[in-house]
């Protein structure tokens, strides 16, 4: 490969000195993350072998954005469309970056939930370029090896997933890498960690997807999945290795199955800088939109019944977040546990049933309190029939089946609630409880109501009701940011809850009951850079960070969050 003498390049605002790779002529246009295509300016072309690469007109990033959404505006379905976008990442991030924050509203369902979820699905089939590591299990002796593979030497964040329960469609083996790749796309534009500073991981234990297994085009390791004491060796390995390797780095797990999940977090959560997204980013933003939606309706957290359906890593990860609330403001345990009911396919979780983990035992209800409520099984509780029984006052979906929350129950439930709070949250859309539409209809406009898939404004009764979109994207980006601003040593349930508050304050409805839970989508990048701080300033009360001024905490956190624009040579 040809060499050039590596250039400093004038750092932008907040940034140390760069500088240039050693890279020149294709090699050079070759590589992402250095990549200016057009915008090279005549000198640069000189001084790195670029003249006759590129057509002679030198166009500036902002004209190179123009045609970029002309190109993802031509393509005619949602897939295409991501297809496009991640041809683009792979080919010119600060233009990748650059196009998505500029159209950020429409962009993000295309690289993030829903369209990930096919993606995923779609994922060997649309393969083209490398992006991130994929660690087999068969190479489970040389996992060290395997991460000094990777692309850049510093690295703030990885997202890692197993592929096993990607959103809610399930098992995808190692196509579940699109879903660290789009989660840590919105690391860079929301939270700002440098894209060169991100790393997505496959944890290939092969698959129990039988459609996988016989697609000659699958291209994961074809095995049915390690289970068992060699799959905790596995993962003990990986941990190991990623500690010895980079272990300042945030480890961020992601969409792995219920059985694996809470043990994994548990198991690293302190002895490596770690959390989990399902559990505990789910948990914090579930938190920050229900302290909102009251807020609306009026009456205190404590007071709230709660019926959760969905009682995998996920639901309980949101009954956690809630309980530590309210045992924050008042309550104890043992109250504050009486508040919830967590439903799942087997029906209500209770103490006579013997197929609970250990975390779902901790919200099952006592046989003898809920024996009395009417039911057509006597050993089971339907979901219809905990409404029915209970006239919860929220109403949370985290379940995956579709149009659970059907015409029947929701005017059960807003029989007993003036306002009854309803979150439909399960991913892609077509796995939702339900739409917000059908919601407000058989409400009469009076729920309130967040998802987790986005949705258009709603038309009711001459008003136009924007519905908030309760996604992860609100807590996790800022989370990371927060965590490698203040140079935090571990991720604590207390930051993650201080994250949940600091959103809730920045609420539109705090001043408007009639906006939406949480901050419009544009404006993420300006909340995660509060909730950031707040994050940070807990990681200091907490031990876990240097400490230093709260001024100059927050000069770290704009400081550390990038900005999509091309690096100047000096004098250029």
Same mark, same amino acid.
């Given at each position: ?305 709660? =019926? $959760?359906? +969905?009682?995998?890593? @996920? ?6 977040? !809630?309980?530590? %609330? *309210?045992?924050? /403001? ?63 006052? =929220? $109403?949370? +979906?985290?379940?995956? @089946? ?6 029947? !129950?929701?005017? %059960? *439930?807003?029989? /007993? ?70 140079? @935090? ?9 201080? %994250? ?73």
């Amino acid at each position: 490969m040809a060499q050039a003498t590596a250039v400093p390049v004038r750092p932008l605002p907040g940034e140390s000195l760069i500088t240039w790779p050693p890279l020149r002529g294709m090699d050079l246009l070759d590589s992402p993350a250095w990549n200016k295509g057009t915008a090279f300016t005549a000198d640069e072309r000189t001084a790195l072998g670029l003249h006759g690469l590129l057509p002679p007109q030198i166009e500036t990033l902002d004209q190179q954005v123009v045609r970029a959404y002309e190109a993802f505006r031509r393509k005619t379905d949602d897939l295409e469309r991501h297809i496009y976008l991640r041809a683009l990442q792979d080919t010119n991030e600060v233009l990748f970056y650059r196009l998505l924050l500029d159209h950020l509203e429409e962009m993000m369902p295309i690289v993030y939930t829903p369209v990930v979820g096919q993606g995923c699905q779609e994922f060997c089939h649309i393969y083209r370029r490398p992006r991130g590591l994929f660690i087999s299990y068969p190479l489970r002796d040389s996992i060290r090896q395997l991460l000094q593979h990777r692309p850049y030497r510093e690295v703030d964040v990885i997202v890692v997933t197993d592929g096993e329960r990607i959103l809610g469609i399930g098992d995808l083996g190692v196509g579940g890498l699109g879903i660290p790749i789009g989660k840590l796309s919105l690391y860079t534009i929301i939270g700002g960690i440098r894209p060169e500073r991100t790393l997505p991981i496959v944890l290939d234990v092969g698959t129990n997807n039988p459609a996988l297994l016989r697609d000659p085009e699958y291209l994961g390791w074809r095995h049915e999945r390690v289970s068992g004491a060699a799959y905790a060796d596995f993962i003990e390995q990986f941990v190991r290795a990623v500690r010895e390797e980079l272990p300042r780095t945030l480890l961020q797990w992601e969409d792995f199955g219920v059985a694996h999940a809470r043990p994994n977090l548990e198991r690293y959560r302190d002895t490596v800088l770690s959390f989990n997204d399902d559990i505990q980013g789910t948990g914090a933003v579930v938190l920050a939109a229900l302290l909102a939606a009251l807020r609306v309706t009026g009456g205190s957290l404590e007071d709230q019944r709660v =019926v $959760l359906y +969905g009682a995998g890593a @996920a639901g309980v990860g949101v009954a956690d977040a !809630l309980r530590a %609330a *309210m045992v924050g /403001g008042g309550l104890d345990e043992r109250n504050a546990r009486q508040r919830f009911w967590l439903v799942n396919r087997g029906g209500l979780l209770h103490s006579n049933r013997t197929d609970l983990r250990a975390e779902q035992r901790t919200y099952a209800r006592a046989w003898e309190d809920v024996a009395s409520i009417p039911r057509s099984d006597p050993r089971r509780v339907e979901l219809s029939e905990v409404v029915l029984g209970v006239r919860p006052t =929220v $109403l949370i +979906g985290l379940s995956t @089946a579709a149009n659970a929350f059907d015409e029947p !129950l929701v005017r %059960a *439930m807003a029989s /007993g609630a003036d306002r009854p709070i309803i979150f439909p949250l399960s991913n892609p859309t077509n796995r939702s409880e339900a739409a917000p539409v059908d919601l407000l209809r058989w409400s009469r406009g009076r729920a309130v109501v967040a998802t987790g898939s986005p949705y258009a404004p709603v038309d009711w009764d001459g008003r136009t009701i924007a519905v908030a979109q309760c996604n992860n994207v609100y807590v996790f980006p800022a989370l990371g940011l927060g965590v490698v601003a203040a140079r @935090a040593r571990r991720v604590t349930d207390g930051m993650v809850l201080t %994250a949940a508050r600091a959103l809730a304050a920045l609420s539109p409805a705090a001043t408007d009951p009639t906006a939406p839970l949480l901050p419009p989508v544009p404006d993420l990048r300006r909340v995660a850079v509060e909730v950031a701080v707040e994050v940070g300033l807990e990681a200091q009360r907490g031990g876990q960070a240097p400490r230093t001024s709260p001024e100059t905490l927050r000069d770290r956190v704009l400081a550390a969050q990038w900005f999509p624009e091309y690096p100047k040579y000096p004098g250029s």
